[in-house]
Each structure stands twice: as C-alpha cells, then as structure tokens.
C-alpha cells in the first residue's frame, strides 16, 4: 500500500498482478501394426463442451477515499526514501496528455481554432508510446472521431478531465468556477459524452482544470468515486514556442515514476509533438519504459 500526502492527510493506494507457467509438450509416439478387430457399436459421440468465454477485463487500480469520502490524490510512483530504494526503482514514466476546451469555447472552435492535436496522436502511435489522455466532455463532443480513436485504441487510456474544464477552486488561471453542488455532476457529465462518442478505455480518474484544487473541492468531488491524479514533472509545453526547452525541462525533471503533464492541443501547445520527438528517443535511451497512469499507480 502506498501513502500519499494531501492537504496534510495521509491517503492509501492499491496494486494487483499475476502469473502462468507453461505446458510440458507432447511425447512422439512409434507407429505400431495392429490386427483388424470388430468395432462394437457406439453411442453418439456427446457434444463437446462449450468454449470457457474469456476473463473480464482488469479493474484499473485506484486509491481509498481518504477521511471523509475525500477523492484521494496521485502524483507519482513512490520510490522509497533511501538511496538504495530510490536507486532500485524501476525506471517507468508516465506521459499525459490534456485534451483542453472549455465549454464556451465552441465559436472559437467554428472559426477555425484547433483544440485537438492528430499530429501528436499520430506520433506517439508511431513511437509505441502508451499514454493517458485526460479530455475534457467539451472536447469529445466537439471532436468525436477523435475520442473514438484515442478511445478503442489500446495504446491509449482516457481519463476524465472534468466537461467544462471550468475550475474547481477560486482563482485558478482566470478559468470560471464550478459551483460545489455541481462538481460531480459535471464530472459525470464528461463520462456521459465519452459513452456519446463511444470512447471505450476509460479508467476512473479526474484531473482537476488548472491542476487546482483545495479540501472542500477533495470533498465535494467524493460521490464522483475518481481518484484524482496530479503530477510531479511539469512540461511547460502549455503556450510555449520552443519545443527543445519543453524538452529539456522534462528530461531534466523525470525520475523513475515520476508523472508528466502535457497538452493535447495544438492552438494552447503547438510544439509539444516536436519536443516528444525528443523527449521519447532520450529517455528511453536512458533505460525508461513508458506506462500509462494505470500501470503507474499498479506499481
């Protein structure tokens, strides 16, 4: 169980795994000669037994609500606190992807403003890179081939990035306020258009617009049964023009667990495919394996 610290409470975590061993293989028999003998007469043969249908998928690993029904939050793989520890952790990643566009953001969209981003969708299919998406409901609906694709493809998971991308706290990047009393619906509302668009691989988790969020937002947002994840390597890929400092900021930032947040959406993030193209080849010339949040938390 992993202890994470929120608003100075402790909160709890959960993993899960398994194993097989292989069959021994047949033993070749010699051909022998046999007699002809009468052959008694025989029943039917009995209708085989019907195929074993497969195993339900696996349950992404979430966290225990913390006191009071508190949404517990996720910000990386915990490495211990000793050197030793923290030098035999394995060294994954998890890359994320927010899918940005608020709710009143509709006519820019019409006009011509681009909010998804192909080019970076289409790269990280290329790099085999599994990522986790956090799209807003706002998003699917207005790109939903898109969500689709990203959905049913098992490379990626999608993860819940609220539907309004309105904040859930006060003064959050000038973004409008959810009220408390629609926090989880609004939540909910997301989870709703993914099914509209028929996005498949949706795991329970929610980042919070902004990355902002206090104890009575952690409050409200309980019923919602998410686990909240943050992160621990900033890319600063949101509005910047110059994909090698993206880069570098991340390579120097990524530790063995650690969590990235970057943006899927290339009229707030226009040089993020550029700077994966480089943040993908270095680390895992380092010896890192990209997972996606749910293999993250699993460990």
């Known amino acids: 169980m992993t202890a994470l610290r929120v608003g100075g409470v402790l909160l709890g975590g959960t993993g899960a795994g398994w194993g097989g061993a292989a069959a021994p293989a047949p033993t070749a028999l010699a051909p022998t000669a046999l007699a002809p003998t009468a052959l008694a007469p025989t029943s039917p043969t009995a209708p085989a037994p019907a195929a074993a249908t497969s195993a339900a998928p696996k349950k992404p690993p979430t966290m225990a609500p913390g006191p009071a029904g508190r949404t517990p939050v996720f910000e990386r793989r915990p490495t211990g606190g000793s050197a030793a520890e923290k030098a035999a952790a394995e060294k994954v990643v998890a890359l994320t992807f927010d899918a940005d566009m608020t709710a009143d953001q509709g006519a820019r969209a019409k006009a011509g403003e681009r909010f998804d981003n192909p ?13 986790t998406v956090f799209m ?4 699917a609906e207005e790109y939903p081939a898109q969500a689709k694709g990203i959905g049913t493809d098992d490379l990626f998971e999608v993860a819940n990035h609220s539907y309004s991308h309105y904040a859930f706290t006060a003064d959050c990047y000038g973004l409008p306020v959810v009220a408390k009393d629609a926090m989880t619906r609004d939540v909910e509302r997301a989870f709703s258009a993914f099914r509209q ?4 691989n949706v795991v329970p988790y929610f980042r919070f617009p902004g990355g902002c969020y206090d104890d009575a937002a952690l409050r409200a947002l309980g019923p919602a049964d998410v686990t909240a994840v943050q992160w621990d390597v900033v890319s600063g890929d949101a509005f910047a023009t110059d994909a090698g400092a993206v880069a570098e900021q991340v390579l120097d930032g990524v530790r063995p667990g650690s969590l990235v947040v970057m943006h899927c959406t290339r009229s707030a993030a226009p040089v993020t495919a550029e700077a994966i193209s480089r943040i993908v080849p270095e680390l895992r010339k380092r ?3 990209f997972v996606k949040v749910s293999e993250l938390m699993e460990g």
């Open 287 to 289: 010896g890192y394996r």
């Open 197 to 200: 668009a028929g996005v498949r």
């Open 136 to 139: 807003t409901g706002r998003w």
């Open 119 to 131: 080019e970076l969708i289409a790269l990280l299919r290329r790099l085999k890179v599994p990522s």
